[in-house]
């Protein structure tokens, strides 16, 4: 792999269900982020991770959970699937150091269908 | 953090230059000016990144004023294939514990035609 795998690329969830979206990187970046994409609402931050052991909320964490074991991996869990979480969710990372910081570099994106 | 504001869309056609301007009246000293390229189904890709002046790739050319309450992203000569989203980011310089929240506006949607 190169750059950054997520996984699934679509699901179809029922309600309720609960559901972990993965995304791996081997660039061994230190900062991790998941932004969802919704249409004519551009990408909004849901949570982050500065390194492994640590996770931040983003714009609009309520409904989701991350955890940072190790360095590469940075699964997103919807404890209980909602229709208002159907979107494309996109994984990212970046190098903290310095300007680098600022330049994600993102996954191909799961495509996620709640009914 | 910074607020960003873009013209939701734009056209455009074949061959011309395309600018780009995001607004983003309070930027602060240690923040950095970021612009992705984004095609249908795929994630957002880095185009160039600059914090004043004028900076110069192969892709494009970004330009920052001195206040740097606004860039502009160039594209020389487009064609059909630059057809696609563009998002500005301006976000803070990694603060040690501090965390990144790096924030997207809703993007530009260039349409280029023939």
């Known amino acids: 792999i190169a750059g950054i795998t997520q996984a699934p690329t679509s699901q179809i969830l029922a309600a309720g269900r609960r559901m972990t979206l993965r995304c791996t990187q081997d660039?061994?970046?230190?900062?991790m982020y998941w932004y969802r994409q919704d249409l004519g609402l551009g990408l909004r931050l849901i949570h982050y991770s500065n390194t492994a052991g640590t996770t931040g909320k983003g714009e609009v964490p309520d409904g989701y959970s991350v955890s940072r074991a190790n360095t590469d991996d940075f699964p997103l869990t919807l404890a209980s699937a909602v229709p208002s979480q159907t979107s494309v969710y996109f994984c990212?990372?970046?190098?903290?150091?310095?300007?680098?910081?600022?330049?994600?570099?993102f996954g191909a994106g799961s495509r996620l269908t709640v009914l | 953090l910074a607020k960003t504001t873009q013209p939701i869309s734009m056209d455009s056609y074949e061959g011309q230059e395309v600018n780009i301007t995001c607004s983003h009246n309070?930027?602060?000293?240690?923040?950095?000016i970021t612009w992705y390229q984004q095609f249908p189904s795929q994630g957002p890709r880095f185009i160039i990144q600059?914090?004043?002046t004028k900076v110069t790739n192969e892709v494009a050319s970004l330009f920052i004023p001195a206040d740097r309450k606004s860039s502009t992203l160039s594209l020389p000569r487009v064609s059909l294939s630059d057809t696609a989203v563009y998002y500005c980011l301006v976000g803070t310089l990694w603060v040690t514990g501090g965390g990144n929240k790096l924030t997207f506006g809703t993007g530009t949607q260039l349409k280029v035609e023939l």
């Open positions: 660039m061994r970046h230190n900062a």
């Open positions: 309070n930027i602060a000293t240690n923040d950095y």
């Open positions: 600059g914090y004043k």
């Open positions: 990212a990372s970046s190098d903290s150091s310095g300007a680098g910081a600022n330049v994600l570099t």
